[in-house]
Nanobody, 124 residues
Framework: QVQLVESGGGLVQPGGSLRLSCAASRFTLDDYGIGWFRQAAGKEREGVACISRSGGIKYYANSVKGRFTISRDNAKNTVYLQMNSLKPEDTAVYYC?????????????????WGQGTQVTVSS
């Protein structure tokens, strides 16, 4: 069974940084494209960043472009989301997800497997 586990969330002040990790168990992560999504209280889930299997293609939501960076280390079977210059509006539960297929996308419906999420709170 495919399992994804997110970590690295927490409370940070505005302008601060966090690095989220998405680790895989029981399967090889480099067989999948990976996406990071978030869901704030009372809002719909939105795509934040995604990366193709090779890491050669990356997309970002306009709201995080220039502040967030997605990367993958296939040797460690882990995908990262580096979040800098955090804003209160970045507060949400962050999820990683895996999809089978070519390329990558921020469309949540294209993803086959999901982690349980990690809370990120940006507040002074």
């Amino acid at each position: 069974q495919v399992q994804l586990v997110e970590s690295g969330g927490g409370l940070v002040q505005p302008g601060g940084s966090l690095r989220l990790s998405c680790a895989a168990s029981r399967f090889t992560l480099d067989d999948y494209g990976i996406g990071w999504f978030r869901q704030a209280a009372g809002k719909e889930r939105e795509g934040v960043a995604c990366i193709s299997r090779s890491g050669g293609i990356k997309y970002y939501a306009n709201s995080v472009k220039g502040r967030f960076t997605i990367s993958r280390d296939n040797a460690k079977n882990t995908v990262y989301l580096q979040m800098n210059s955090l804003k209160p509006e970045d507060t949400a539960v962050y999820y990683c997800a895996a999809r089978v297929g070519v390329g990558t996308t921020l469309l949540a419906a294209s993803y086959n497997y999901w982690g349980q999420g990690t809370q990120v709170t940006v507040s002074s």
